[in-house]
């Protein structure tokens, strides 16, 4: 994977949860319109924390090839 494309991907992904998590209102958390964005936030951060894991195991496996 390309660093740039690593980036770019990463940064999406960061910008999508903390929209949703903008989104998100605080003062009624179990209201029905805060369910898309409670989930579209923890999809977007869990895509970040898979980003990081592939980015680790390829530096990872570039090491052990060498």
């Known amino acids: 994977m390309n660093k740039v494309l690593f980036f770019v991907l990463l940064t999406a992904a960061l910008?999508?949860?903390g929209y949703n998590l903008y989104l998100i209102d605080y003062s009624d958390l179990f209201a029905d319109k805060n369910f898309v964005a409670?989930?579209?936030?923890?999809?977007a951060l869990a895509a970040a924390v898979l980003?990081?894991?592939?980015f680790l195991s390829?530096?990872?496996e570039e090491k052990t090839k060498h």
Do not use: D, Y
């Open 58 to 60: 390829k530096k990872i």
């Open 51 to 54: 980003l990081v894991i592939l």
């Open 15 to 17: 910008v999508l949860g």
């Open 38 to 43: 409670s989930v579209s936030a923890i999809a």
